[in-house]
């Protein structure tokens, strides 16, 4: 994604409103499974069945614990451009079809750590899925941010590295918004959540796309 893909879906994400119920789900129910085995291959099947057993083996544990055991799981995977995947330039995976793959790109990384984490109880509040520019790699790039505390610096869990660190520490990335299914924020330059946008003035987009076929997948 350039930068003016980046500025364009900035202006582009459409949220559904605060008031609306949770949005993850369980992520690899039976239905989910046998598509896993069917669509792709016994290994597929075999990953479903992994996740589901380290979701139950984290519930209930310390936060610290789920995100490293969910950013280890999901690091497992292949980087992929989507282009090389999907023959498109944007593809935003679902979780299903990252399990089935096992390959994506940085918004699918970060896509199934913030639903798989949302199923173990981790409040909505706390996750955003973060747009950045990677100054090392000089590329826009997506990472997950966790804020122990509202208005606090996050922790950022990263595709690119197995450590979980607060973003004061990770001075290669410049955040410029972070979203999940309630609220929209601008970045400040001190990687917190900066100014929020209003949701009646965002329109579109591939997050919505994303929640209307997670709930299509279920039964």
Not at 68 to 74: A, K
Not at 76 to 95: M, S
Request: overall charge positive; charged content about 25%.
């Amino acid at each position: 994604m350039n930068r003016r893909q980046l500025l364009f879906a900035c202006a582009a994400v459409l949220l559904w409103p605060a008031s609306s119920p949770r949005s993850a789900e369980p992520l690899v129910d039976a239905a989910m499974l046998t598509r896993l085995k069917n669509d792709y291959s016994e290994r597929a099947w075999k990953r479903g069945n992994a996740l589901n057993r380290l979701v139950e083996r984290l519930r209930g544990r310390p936060v610290a614990e789920q995100l490293d055991g969910v950013n280890r799981f999901f690091n497992q995977f292949e980087y992929v451009e989507d282009i090389d995947l999907w023959g498109q330039k944007d593809y935003w995976a679902t979780p299903e079809e990252f399990l089935g793959r096992a390959r994506g790109d940085c918004e699918d990384f970060v896509i199934a750590k913030y639903f798989t984490l949302r199923e173990l109880g981790v409040p909505d509040e706390r996750l955003y899925l973060t747009y950045v520019k990677h100054l090392t790699k000089n590329i826009a790039h997506m990472v997950l941010s966790y804020f122990e505390t509202p208005g606090g610096l996050p922790l950022i869990l990263d595709n690119y590295q197995a450590a979980i660190e607060p973003a004061s520490q990770r001075r290669d990335l410049l955040p410029i918004y972070s979203f999940n299914a309630q609220s929209l924020f601008l970045n400040n330059a001190s990687a917190g959540l900066g100014r929020k946008l209003p949701t009646d003035k965002i329109k579109n987009s591939k997050w919505r796309k994303l929640l209307t076929e997670l709930r299509r997948d279920k039964p």
